[in-house]
């Protein structure tokens, strides 16, 4: 039925042919969410949004465990910027009502607090688990994480995080921040891996009522089919016209976008096109383009498009928004023998970052009018290293040092197409700043789409060349697949929706540096480097194992993330979620040290690897194929 009602008060009366068991409002947009305390469930997000913060150490653990516990605490009271206060559980006799309160360890004292924030749920806790939903986490096995509300203030939340290992406390410290939307957590290993998770339901809601007490709540539910809301707010980005970009990006008629084809030089024109429409200002040294001669039959060309800023305090100020548009043509360079002279068409490496940027450059570049200057960059020649990128720093240090020093940070988007295969969003070179780790926090929570930092340093993609020159630089990757550097990588395979959530990111993230006040503070370690200068693009024959990593894996070594059928890495045995520790004689912290190894050796090489898995150690030959 529909109901009118312009009135605080109304009665309504409704006839049934049977007794009604329960009523539920709105139990499917849950329009009324925010008008109840009832029903928005304690999640980390509260704790982590929290404006002051109370961490409590378990005083009763043991040395090695307490230490542990600290370190997080300090860790986290540091980037907190004095929001978050540490005592131990001993020094407070009751848990504060002004502030977000984590609960260190399963011997804290304060423990009870989430004993009593759990009733009403299917939840409960004995001397050495915690149930939910029937599912048994012991803390003997396990970190466990679990938020609920504060007994006398429901709008604060009390958080137990209680782990069975101290090695595995840097690496909540790190992975926590992304969970916010959750309200327990479950986690195994040293490097904690996410086994369980989930969110509290709405209980003693007002908005939902048992008319049949013998009756409980989870044995009555609504089955009512799923209904349009009342209204729907028009998209911010179209996923069509993305898409229309990509499959012109990477048709035939590009040929691959390699160098020396004509179809890199349509695809510069395409996107200087794109730059003019939507109304950015030419930024190179003839209209959009920025060119020079690299000794090939065609002239490499960056393509730039600025959105000026306004504030003339920061006139030689700038964000880069960036993406690479070139990629391995026929294959000849870059591209596996066996591929050699097919088309490799590069839809999501990179025809996808392109394509969130030419839809950027729509929605902002006649609207937004920001404090300091947005550049938009499309880089040639970032296959064959980082060539357009190296030109355009080397260009500013001789032409115009001052815009070079004040590039508040870049945001390079580089293979963000297939997002639908992976949980989360990831933001490659986070070490490079300390704020990065706060803003994808915040972005996440604006935005809903979930993204995970990758501290380590790896030498990825065109935000390389940036920070070479000490100046923060993120790319947004939605991760590895088997079609990378294949004439397999087409549209077909590109997750349109996906598109709509990179570019919701990556707007917040250029649109927030535009008007932050201060510098980001660089954590670029040894900062000694000059980006390379540019020149002929690389032509050596470059070994390779067949394995895709795991980008957000942050222990020691390289975990497998993937391994690519009929591969060196196959041939050897190794297997998805085996960790390379040592290549040949050289020992591997991390995906920077494994590239470095690697680019000792040449393609027919036999090396020996040694590996773990699941806590065995094993060592295997691997013949290096051609990449």
């Given at each position: 039925?529909?109901?009118?009602?312009?009135?605080?008060?109304?009665?309504?009366?409704?006839?049934?042919?049977?007794?009604?068991?329960?009523?539920d409002?709105?139990?499917?947009?849950?329009?009324?969410?925010?008008?109840?305390?009832?029903?928005?469930?304690?999640?980390l997000?509260?704790?982590?949004?929290?404006?002051?913060?109370?961490?409590?150490?378990?005083?009763?653990?043991?040395?090695?465990?307490?230490?542990?516990?600290?370190?997080?605490?300090?860790?986290?009271?540091?980037?907190?910027?004095?929001?978050?206060?540490?005592?131990?559980?001993?020094?407070?006799?009751?848990?504060?009502?002004?502030?977000?309160?984590?609960?260190?360890?399963?011997?804290?004292?304060?423990?009870?607090?989430?004993?009593?924030?759990?009733?009403?749920?299917?939840?409960?806790?004995?001397?050495?688990s915690?149930?939910?939903?029937?599912?048994?986490l012991?803390?003997?096995?396990?970190?466990?994480?679990?938020?609920?509300?504060?007994?006398?203030?429901?709008?604060?939340?009390?958080?137990?995080?209680t782990?069975?290992?101290?090695?595995?406390?840097?690496?909540?410290?790190?992975?926590?921040?992304?969970?916010?939307?959750?309200?327990y957590?479950?986690?195994?290993?040293?490097?904690?891996?996410?086994?369980?998770k989930?969110?509290?339901?709405?209980?003693?809601?007002?908005?939902?009522?048992?008319?049949?007490?013998?009756?409980?709540?989870?044995?009555?539910?609504a089955?009512?089919?799923?209904?349009?809301?009342?209204?729907?707010?028009?998209?911010?980005?179209?996923?069509?016209?993305?898409?229309?970009?990509?499959?012109?990006?990477?048709?035939?008629?590009?040929?691959?976008?390699?160098?020396?084809?004509?179809?890199?030089?349509?695809?510069?024109?395409?996107?200087?096109?794109?730059?003019?429409?939507?109304?950015?200002?030419?930024?190179?040294?003839?209209?959009?383009?920025?060119?020079?001669?690299?000794?090939?039959?065609?002239?490499?060309?960056?393509?730039i498009?600025?959105?000026?800023?306004?504030?003339?305090?920061?006139?030689?100020?700038?964000?880069?928004?960036?993406?690479?548009?070139?990629?391995l043509?026929?294959?000849?360079?870059?591209?596996?023998?066996?591929?050699?002279?097919?088309?490799?068409?590069?839809?999501?490496?990179?025809?996808?970052?392109?394509?969130?940027?030419?839809?950027?450059?729509?929605?902002?570049?006649?609207?937004?009018?920001?404090?300091?200057?947005?550049?938009?960059?499309?880089?040639?020649?970032?296959?064959?290293?980082?060539?357009?990128?190296?030109y355009y720093?080397?260009?500013?240090?001789i032409?115009?040092?001052?815009?070079?020093?004040?590039?508040?940070?870049?945001?390079?988007?580089?293979?963000?197409?297939?997002?639908?295969?992976?949980?989360?969003?990831?933001?490659?070179?986070?070490?490079?700043?300390?704020?990065?780790?706060?803003?994808?926090?915040?972005?996440?929570?604006?935005?809903g789409?979930d993204?995970?930092?990758?501290?380590?340093?790896?030498?990825?993609?065109?935000?390389?060349?940036?920070?070479?020159?000490?100046?923060?630089?993120?790319?947004?990757?939605?991760?590895a697949?088997?079609?990378?550097?294949?004439?397999?990588?087409?549209?077909?395979?590109?997750?349109?929706?996906?598109?709509?959530?990179?570019?919701?990111?990556?707007?917040?993230?250029?649109?927030?540096?535009?008007?932050?006040?201060?510098?980001?503070?660089?954590?670029?370690?040894g900062?000694?480097?000059?980006?390379?200068?540019?020149?002929?693009?690389k032509?050596?024959?470059?070994?390779?194992?067949?394995?895709?990593?795991?980008?957000?894996?942050?222990?020691?070594?390289?975990?497998?993330?993937?391994?690519?059928?009929?591969?060196?890495?196959?041939?050897a045995?190794?297997?998805?979620?085996?960790?390379?520790?040592?290549?040949?004689?050289?020992?591997?912290?991390d995906?920077?040290?494994?590239?470095?190894?690697?680019?000792?050796?040449?393609?027919?090489?036999?090396?020996?690897?040694?590996?773990?898995?699941?806590?065995?150690?094993?060592?295997?030959?691997?013949?290096?194929?051609?990449?």
């Amino acid at each position: 039925k529909h109901l009118d009602t312009a009135e605080k008060h109304k009665t309504f009366e409704f006839s049934f042919g049977q007794r009604p068991l329960r009523i539920d409002v709105d139990p499917q947009f849950d329009v009324f969410r925010t008008l109840h305390t009832n029903e928005i469930p304690a999640t980390l997000s509260n704790a982590f949004g929290a404006k002051k913060v109370l961490i409590l150490l378990p005083s009763k653990a043991s040395k090695e465990f307490l230490n542990g516990y600290k370190g997080l605490a300090e860790t986290w009271a540091k980037e907190s910027e004095g929001k978050i206060e540490v005592k131990k559980d001993n020094k407070v006799s009751s848990l504060p009502e002004d502030k977000a309160v984590w609960l260190f360890g399963w011997d804290n004292i304060h423990k009870k607090a989430i004993q009593t924030g759990i009733a009403g749920f299917p939840a409960e806790m004995d001397g050495k688990s915690i149930s939910i939903d029937k599912h048994r986490l012991s803390v003997q096995e396990k970190s466990i994480i679990a938020a609920v509300k504060n007994s006398k203030n429901p709008s604060q939340v009390v958080v137990l995080l209680t782990t069975d290992r101290t090695a595995a406390l840097p690496g909540l410290g790190r992975k926590l921040p992304h969970y916010g939307k959750y309200s327990y957590l479950a986690f195994e290993g040293d490097e904690p891996t996410n086994t369980f998770k989930g969110q509290w339901a709405a209980v003693n809601s007002p908005m939902s009522v048992m008319l049949d007490k013998s009756f409980a709540p989870d044995e009555v539910k609504a089955a009512l089919p799923r209904r349009q809301p009342l209204a729907r707010l028009a998209p911010l980005f179209s996923s069509n016209r993305m898409m229309n970009h990509i499959k012109y990006l990477a048709s035939e008629e590009l040929e691959g976008r390699g160098l020396n084809y004509k179809g890199l030089e349509k695809a510069a024109h395409y996107i200087a096109m794109a730059f003019k429409n939507a109304g950015l200002q030419p930024g190179g040294d003839n209209s959009y383009y920025q060119s020079w001669d690299s000794g090939g039959p065609i002239p490499l060309r960056n393509v730039i498009g600025i959105i000026p800023g306004k504030n003339p305090a920061y006139k030689d100020q700038s964000v880069i928004l960036c993406a690479h548009y070139d990629h391995l043509g026929l294959g000849e360079k870059g591209g596996s023998p066996e591929n050699k002279g097919k088309i490799h068409f590069g839809a999501d490496d990179n025809a996808s970052g392109v394509a969130v940027m030419l839809e950027l450059a729509h929605t902002l570049g006649k609207s937004l009018k920001p404090e300091r200057s947005i550049v938009f960059i499309a880089f040639t020649a970032e296959e064959s290293g980082l060539l357009g990128s190296s030109y355009y720093i080397k260009n500013l240090q001789i032409k115009n040092k001052k815009q070079l020093e004040g590039i508040m940070g870049v945001v390079n988007l580089d293979t963000v197409g297939r997002l639908s295969d992976q949980e989360k969003l990831l933001v490659i070179g986070g070490s490079s700043a300390r704020e990065w780790r706060f803003i994808f926090m915040g972005i996440g929570y604006t935005t809903g789409v979930d993204t995970e930092l990758i501290q380590q340093e790896l030498d990825a993609s065109d935000q390389v060349s940036f920070i070479k020159a000490g100046i923060p630089g993120i790319q947004l990757f939605s991760g590895a697949h088997l079609d990378y550097h294949k004439p397999t990588d087409t549209v077909d395979k590109i997750d349109a929706a996906g598109l709509v959530k990179v570019a919701a990111v990556a707007r917040e993230a250029v649109v927030y540096l535009s008007e932050r006040k201060e510098p980001l503070t660089v954590t670029i370690k040894g900062i000694t480097s000059k980006p390379t200068k540019p020149g002929a693009p690389k032509t050596g024959r470059r070994a390779r194992t067949g394995f895709m990593p795991d980008f957000s894996f942050a222990g020691k070594g390289v975990k497998i993330g993937m391994v690519s059928p009929a591969s060196p890495a196959e041939k050897a045995g190794l297997k998805k979620g085996d960790v390379i520790i040592k290549l040949g004689d050289v020992i591997v912290n991390d995906l920077k040290e494994y590239s470095n190894a690697l680019k000792t050796f040449k393609p027919g090489d036999t090396v020996t690897i040694v590996y773990t898995r699941e806590g065995k150690e094993y060592s295997t030959p691997i013949t290096l194929a051609v990449r």
